[in-house]
């Protein structure tokens, strides 16, 4: 029931976020039509961030209780974390094309977020190749504490790193206004679809191991 | 005085599978006991918890009254595990690997002990060959020796006789009687012939429960096998 | 506290010893290292100058990857002979197994560094055999060890083992690759101190990080 | 492509794959569902 609403208000919120972000918001002085990106860029950003978090807390939480569950909403996190991340380098790539002519730029920002999509993008590369569950759900913690504790660091790092590219992506935030306003109603609309995401996924895993357990004990029951 | 060994209420799963279920046991000091029953009903799960080495899902484990959780160290020093495997460095010697164990348990005069013990499992001569050259007995039985290297008042077995000839595995149960006849000792097997002779108390499991607890009495091999059968249902 | 370092060193003696018995890890994963430059000196054939500005970089590609290799064979006793379940059963914490593992695989990758180090200033005539280098590698391979063993003995529980460590390990060692060859070419470049103390700083804090965090979750890697 | 063309090209990347990616969530759901259903049923037909 409660991913009915989730999906009702996310597609509502997406839709008020697209029209402000193409109509109503002006476009800004120095980038043009192109900045628009910067409406979803950042919005996705801080959520695949937070969705990391969330699994880096989910992942302690299952380490200390031996939940299942807890690993369940850690994994389900960390599933849309990588789709956010992925959406941020595309979107990162499309808006350098038309302002630097290139597809990849090694801004410190995007090259954070490409470091962190490699860390994760182990967590669930390592976790496929754990067939036992308990293990799984423990590794997978293990991997969800340390790589979360990574991203800071890599971000630091690499912004100090002199080979990166210096320029900013995204001017500082003197925002104001209308803009302002746009940028917090797709943060929210992003939320949303975040938490109907994970309430979905969550589901899922749940399912997946209930069918584990009775395929296993009708395997028991056969013999 | 409160028991060796007690579980209250022990709980395992393994993701989805419960391998045990609300366990309880409690041994006695000097009692051998024996803990027989079909391939994963939790036998060895059951060991590996005793021993700390495998934590349990809920329920509490007593070691001399005191929780396993709290004083892990000063109950390992109590607890000797073998296993079907030794836990032996194969491209170490027979010194090196006792040596090594020897100052993992900080004992205070290694070497005496060291030499003692490899008199008593008969591997003397076989001191600084290395255990990969060993046969399956030998190295058992130099397992059997890193077990007792910190004298522990309580022995876990976990059926030690993988690998064994009949002739090994009497040797190995006359070492662990004359090293100290009244120490604990917690074994599972599959061998009738040398439970009988070694326990003093008999548990047969079945999906993780106990179906049969009692003093051996005057069992016989075959007794134990009829009864074995019987209780669980033919399968060994 | 004191048991703590007694089965420490207990685990690093036995590992050396393990390794000066068999040699697997020393000598081929030295050889790598060499043959790592070699390669570097075929794939650029560039002059001088060029040379000591990739120099750090090259030797710090030598080290992760033989670093990998090295970090690999870490818990293979353990796994093969079995023991981890003897070394759970001692009266010693998870964490001593930890620093243990740690301190031998130090050891082995200094030994690597102590030998690739000068063969890279003698083959390419790079000044990077001087004592701020030396400092910044070895402030760096404690962070490079410590997030490599937990890593390792995480992967060899696992199959395609000799997979997982690499691609789990090398994004998170991002922040020290970055950090020791831009120290080290700003130091070749005739830089001092001040220069490379804020990379410096990111290195002691991610050896901090990534030492005290995986001592305390070291015990749900290796216990059942 | 102009600017406008980069710009829709970012804003369909987003909304498709947010889209997709809750749609195949709901599709896997509805399907796990079934699948416990039909185990549930086999199991007691055993019993």
């Given amino acids: 029931m409660r991913t009915k609403i989730a999906l009702a208000l996310g597609g509502v919120l997406m839709v008020v976020a697209l029209v402000m972000v193409f109509i109503v918001v002006p476009t800004e002085a120095t980038m043009g039509n192109i900045q628009r990106i910067f409406y979803f860029h950042v919005p996705v950003a801080w959520n695949a961030f937070f969705s990391f978090g969330v699994t880096f807390g989910f992942s302690i939480a299952y380490l200390k209780t031996r939940n299942p569950k807890y690993d369940f909403i850690a994994e389900s996190s960390a599933r849309i974390g990588i789709v956010f991340t992925t959406l941020i380098l595309l979107t990162g790539m499309i808006w350098a094309k038309p302002i630097w002519g290139v597809w990849w730029t090694w801004d410190a920002r995007l090259t954070s977020s490409f470091v962190m999509w490699l860390v994760y993008i182990a967590y669930f590369i390592v976790r496929s190749f754990i067939t036992e569950e308990e293990r799984r759900y423990r590794f997978g913690s293990i991997i969800g504490i340390l790589g979360f504790l990574s991203v800071p660091i890599v971000a630091i790092s690499i912004q100090l790193a002199p080979t990166t590219h210096p320029k900013a992506m995204i001017f500082n935030d003197g925002l104001h206004g209308t803009m302002l306003a746009t940028l917090l109603i797709s943060i929210f609309a992003m939320f949303v679809v975040y938490f109907l995401f994970v309430f979905l996924q969550y589901d899922n895993c749940k399912d997946a191991y209930e069918i584990a357990q009775l395929k296993k004990k009708l395997l028991k029951e056969s013999e | 005085m409160s028991h060796v060994i007690e579980c209250q209420k022990i709980s395992k799963r393994f993701g989805g599978n419960q391998v045990l279920k609300d366990f309880d046991l409690t041994v006695d000091a000097g009692e051998s006991v024996a803990i027989l029953g079909p391939n994963g009903t939790g036998k060895s799960t059951l060991i590996r918890i005793l021993a700390s080495v495998m934590r349990q899902s809920e329920g509490k484990v007593l070691i001399n009254g005191s929780e396993m959780k709290d004083e892990a160290f000063a109950l390992r020093s109590q607890i000797g595990l073998l296993s079907h495997t030794g836990y032996l460095y194969t491209s170490l010697s027979a010194e090196e690997n006792l040596k090594f164990y020897a100052e993992m348990y900080s004992l205070k005069d290694p070497e005496k002990r060291i030499a003692e013990l490899l008199e008593k499992v008969g591997l003397r001569t076989r001191r600084f060959d290395r255990v990969a050259t060993f046969s399956r007995g030998m190295s058992q039985r130099l397992g059997l020796a890193r077990a007792l290297l910190h004298s522990p008042k309580i022995l876990l077995l976990d059926e030690p006789e993988t690998g064994l000839d009949q002739e090994g595995l009497d040797l190995l149960w006359s070492i662990i009687k004359t090293d100290d006849p009244d120490r604990t000792v917690v074994f599972t097997s599959h061998n009738f012939k040398s439970t009988v002779q070694a326990c003093s108390r008999l548990i047969i499991l079945k999906k993780g429960k106990i179906v049969y607890d009692a003093p051996k009495g005057d069992l016989t091999e075959d007794g134990l096998q009829a009864l074995y059968h019987d209780v669980t249902g033919g399968k060994s | ?224 | 492509m102009d600017n406008l063309g980069y710009l829709f090209a970012a804003y369909t990347i987003i909304w498709i794959g947010l889209a997709y990616l809750v749609w195949t969530a709901m599709r896997k759901q509805k399907a796990n569902r079934k699948e416990i259903e039909i185990l549930k049923e086999k199991l007691d037909e055993q019993k």
């Fill in chain 3, 1 to 224: 506290m004191k048991t703590f370092w007694k089965a420490a060193f207990a685990i690093a003696k036995k590992d050396i010893l393990l390794e000066l018995r068999s040699k697997e890890i020393i000598s081929s994963v030295l050889l790598f290292a060499v043959l790592t430059l070699v390669i570097f000196h075929f794939a650029f054939t560039a002059d001088h100058e060029t040379m000591t500005q990739i120099a750090p970089g090259m030797l710090w590609v030598a080290f992760s990857f033989s670093g990998i290799l090295s970090l690999n064979r870490a818990f293979i006793p353990e796994k093969e002979d079995n023991c981890m379940e003897g070394l759970l059963s001692c009266p010693v914490g998870r964490e001593a197994i930890y620093m243990g593992k740690c301190l031998g695989s130090f050891i082995f990758m200094l030994i690597v560094e102590a030998v690739v180090i000068p063969v890279c200033a003698m083959l390419f005539n790079v000044d990077v055999f001087n004592p701020m280098i030396i400092f910044i590698t070895l402030l760096a391979t404690i962070g490079f060890v410590s997030v490599g063993i937990i890593f390792s003995a995480l992967s060899v529980n696992t199959r395609a083992r000799e997979m997982v460590l690499p691609i789990l390990f090398l994004p998170i060692i991002v922040p020290i690759i970055i950090c020791a060859v831009s120290s080290s070419s700003a130091i070749l470049a005739g830089g001092t101190f001040e220069d490379i103390k804020q990379f410096l700083l990111i290195i002691v804090a991610f050896d901090v990080i990534f030492f005290t965090v995986p001592l305390m979750i070291f015990k749900y890697v290796v216990e059942e």
